[in-house]
């Protein structure tokens, strides 16, 4: 009973150490490649949309939330910050840090480091492999793609978006096979953050959301028989 008893505890403070070693593992290789976001001057880019995102935190950071030019989005009110969570956010952290270009790269360095821990905590809650888990979340944060549209694309909403995708399969995985009020709420949350941020991200997820509902279902059903 004794054996039986430390299995449990000793399982985990294995996930326990691992989940620190990969919060560690994130934030220094974070450090390594996308460190240059955080030097001195302009956000590096390559023609992609960098100053364009990068006005509209300068401008939330500068004036606030009121009317501008309308030759963005038309002026129409709700689009002039759209998708405006990540806007916010990183004007918000200009605001703490005192200087609106060093707010939007912590925001798009926080990506990086998001990105991980959501997919580590998804996979974990999945697979239930604390291994599995820690591989998934440095892959998906340091995907070429992400990497990518951090710098030199410079895709705020976008990037932020990416690092709250994996919790739309949290949301099927919870329906399907159930789970604590921690994960739900985490799971609500981490959605309409999404909605708020890059709206079209949610929608790339709802072909992948119906693929793993329907292995899920089927996985289920096999179980039950």
């Known amino acids: 009973m004794m054996l039986s008893a430390r299995a449990p505890a000793?399982?985990?403070?294995?996930?326990l150490l691992l989940g620190v070693l990969h919060s560690l593992t994130v934030f220094f290789v974070s450090s390594m490649i996308v460190g240059r976001l955080l030097e001195l001057g302009y956000p590096p880019s390559a023609g992609g949309d960098t100053f364009g995102h990068l006005f509209k935190v300068w401008k939330l950071?500068?004036?606030?939330?009121?009317?501008?030019?309308?030759?963005?989005?038309?002026?129409?009110?709700?689009?002039?910050?759209?998708?405006?969570?990540?806007?916010?956010?990183?004007?918000?952290?200009a605001k703490l840090a005192?200087?609106?270009?060093?707010?939007?790269?912590?925001?798009?360095?926080?990506?990086?480091?998001l990105a991980g821990f959501s997919m580590y905590y998804?996979?974990?809650?999945?697979c239930r492999s604390e291994l599995g888990a820690w591989t998934a979340g440095v892959l998906y944060a340091f995907s070429e793609w992400h990497l990518r549209m951090g710098a030199p694309e410079g895709n705020l909403p976008m990037t932020l978006g990416y690092s709250l995708a994996p919790l739309t399969l949290l949301s099927v995985h919870l329906v399907v096979?159930?789970?604590?009020?921690?994960?739900?709420?985490?799971?609500?949350?981490?959605?309409s953050a999404l909605i708020y941020t890059h709206h079209t991200t949610l929608i790339s997820s709802l072909?992948?959301?119906g693929i793993y509902a329907l292995l899920a279902l089927v996985a289920r059903f096999r179980r039950m028989e």
């Open 98 to 113: 005192g200087d609106f270009i060093l707010g939007y790269k912590l925001a798009l360095f926080a990506s990086y480091i």
């Open 177 to 191: 096979e159930g789970g604590s009020r921690c994960d739900f709420l985490l799971s609500v949350l981490g959605v």
């Open 61 to 93: 950071y500068s004036e606030g939330y009121r009317p501008w030019i309308k030759d963005w989005y038309c002026g129409y009110p709700f689009l002039r910050f759209y998708p405006p969570l990540a806007y916010f956010l990183a004007a918000y952290v």
């Open 122 to 126: 998804v996979a974990l809650r999945i």
């Open 207 to 209: 072909a992948p959301m």
């Open 10 to 15: 000793e399982r985990r403070w294995i996930g």
